[in-house]
């Protein structure tokens, strides 16, 4: 049973749930518990990770795609930067986005913005 209103009684604290006795309307056991619970409501919003996307490079002579590898192992030589890119799910082979979209389709997407608060 919770008695209302009753001061003698004790209640939990609000953030380590130890019960104490209040005075008049504290909420916390502690100065320590009080900055804690001040610091969770004010903390800064967590940014989203966003996941990196690697360079597709092409040897010039064999035609070899790399991820994130300027030189051809094959020819020796360096090859030549395609764009954006990563590993293909199906063929595990790299690919890069402009092999997916024309440049239409990626002059009309949207740009993406991260929300700000105000």
């Known amino acids: 049973m919770n008695p209302v209103r009753d001061d003698a009684a004790t209640t939990p604290c609000a953030v380590c749930a130890r019960p104490f006795e209040p005075d008049g309307r504290q909420r916390f056991c502690s100065t320590g518990c009080r900055q804690k619970a001040w610091r969770r409501q004010r903390s800064a919003p967590v940014q989203p990770v966003v996941a990196r996307t690697e360079t597709v490079y092409e040897c010039p002579n064999c035609e070899t795609r790399y991820l994130a590898e300027q030189r051809c192992d094959e020819c020796n030589t360096w090859c030549r930067r395609i764009g954006p890119g990563g590993l293909c799910p199906c063929c ?13 389709q990626l002059a009309n997407a949207p740009s993406v913005r991260p929300n700000r608060r105000r």
């Open 92 to 104: 595990d082979e790299p690919i890069a986005i402009s092999d997916l979209f024309n440049a239409d």
